[in-house]
């Protein structure tokens, strides 16, 4: 393991001519962005933050954060309006944009480096008024506390979590965020230490110090605030991913964990995709990606109301225009009759209610092995698409998140299988019938 640690560090330490036009366009930005703030008594100052101010930044895409510190008074309206306007006026000739996380900041590229216009307020550690306000002490604590051979084996475990498909804090993949990385490799020591702990570790152990109790698969603590798990944001399966990987390597350590694996896909099962395609007016990605996710997860449940077997489910979109929300389905079409479990008979009450309820309406009645009461019930729906089709048109309040109401209403198109979908889609769709490549290390 130890040799193979050390062939990748020497690929993921950026050369010396990289750092040095990294630091020629974050020193760039950092004098736009000065010149802006002196307009505004609201601000107290600027500084750098994120992997660049850590020395943990990958060489191929470096994003560069410049953070905006603003009087803690300062109203959130006046807050969001002049961090925009300062975004905006100090990256105007690099296309900027508005992105979102709790607040909106300000994205732009220069020269292939992502450049974010973040704003915080100057609070006292604890005294948080929004998510950005911790991320200057997250800059001092690792700058303090991550040695220099620590930066490198932070920049290896990246390089691992991108290679396998789980890096990255989005909504649209919620798994290992840059300072997660950190957070890991500091309390192991190394990353090598960190595989072999994680490949053990047990369910809702803890990273770090905290006396507060959460209810995560696995619980990462951030050192500057004890009450927050930082492991909250990372999906069950990018965790089940990370710690399958880690075991993987540890058994078997190998380059090819740092490089992409592709997936292993089962084609036959193409036509068990259930597809629902629709437009909706432009909005921020992380906005879209949140209410697609819910939409997904909401329709999930009405499926399997209606008797339908969801095995896995996806949402998509290509942050322009359209959404897909896919359903990989243990069968498209479904038994137009199913038994209902009713109460067991000695409940006398509910066993009588549940008999005259059902006899006139069930095909049959009768009492099971179990002592319950069972009805065999007929079915509304036993096709998916027509189900699915039906249930939008007359309950879109109850299945889709109100602020995609509108885009529903617009139209939508559902589709079983690949016919009709786009080669982009196909890929995004084929995620459901394929073993992903991280178990695909076992072999």
């Not at 990748?8 to 990294?22: A, F, H």
Request: aromatic content about 10%; hydrophobic content about 35%; charged content about 30%.
């Amino acid at each position: 393991m130890k040799k193979i640690i050390a062939n990748i560090m020497k690929n993921v330490i950026p050369t010396k001519t990289i750092e040095k036009s990294k630091e020629g366009i974050a020193k760039t930005a950092l004098e736009l962005v000065k010149k802006e703030i002196e307009k505004f008594p609201e601000i107290i100052g600027v500084e750098f933050g994120g992997s660049f101010a850590k020395g943990t930044w990958l060489s191929k895409d470096a994003d560069v954060d410049i953070f905006v510190r603003f009087k803690k008074s300062i109203s959130e309206e006046k807050f969001e309006k002049i961090s925009k306007k300062i975004g905006f006026d100090s990256l105007k000739e690099f296309s900027p944009y508005v992105r979102y996380s709790e607040h909106p900041y300000v994205e732009a590229k220069m020269k292939d480096t992502k450049i974010n216009v973040v704003p915080f307020y100057d609070v006292k550690a604890g005294e948080w008024k929004s998510a950005a306000d911790r991320s200057p002490f997250h800059t001092k604590f690792m700058s303090k506390s991550l040695t220099q051979k620590m930066r490198n084996e932070v920049r290896i475990l990246k390089t691992f979590l991108k290679s396998n498909g789980i890096y990255g804090a989005e909504i649209a993949k919620q798994g290992f965020s840059g300072y997660v990385s950190e957070v890991l490799v500091l309390h192991f020591g190394s990353f090598e230490n960190m595989i072999k702990s994680i490949s053990k570790i047990e369910e809702n152990q803890v990273i770090g110090k905290t006396s507060k109790k959460f209810d995560t698969s696995l619980v990462i603590i951030d050192p500057i605030d004890s009450n927050r798990n930082l492991a909250a944001a990372i999906s069950d399966e990018n965790i089940g991913k990370f710690i399958l990987v880690c075991r993987a390597f540890k058994e078997n350590p190998k380059s090819d964990f740092f490089k992409n694996k592709k997936s292993r896909v089962s084609k036959k099962h193409w036509g068990n995709i259930l597809s629902i395609k629709f437009n909706f007016k432009m909005r921020s990605p992380d906005i879209i990606w949140g209410q697609i996710k819910r939409a997904t997860s909401s329709l999930n449940t009405q499926l399997e109301l209606a008797g339908f077997t969801v095995l896995r489910s996806r949402a998509y979109t290509d942050q322009q225009k359209e959404a897909y929300l896919l359903f990989l389905l243990e069968s498209t079409k479904i038994s137009d009759i199913y038994a209902k479990s009713g109460p067991e008979f000695f409940r006398e009450g509910s066993s009588k209610s549940f008999i005259s309820k059902n006899l006139s309406n069930a095909e049959l009645v009768w009492i099971g092995n179990n002592k319950k009461i069972i009805s065999l019930e007929k079915r509304k729906h036993v096709d998916a698409s027509k189900f699915m089709s039906e249930f939008l048109k007359n309950n879109l309040q109850t299945g889709i998140p109100k602020g995609l109401q509108a885009d529903f209403k617009q139209g939508f198109k559902i589709t079983i299988g690949e016919k009709g979908l786009s080669k982009s889609i196909k890929e995004v769709a084929s995620e459901l019938i394929s073993t992903d490549g991280t178990l695909l290390h076992f072999n």
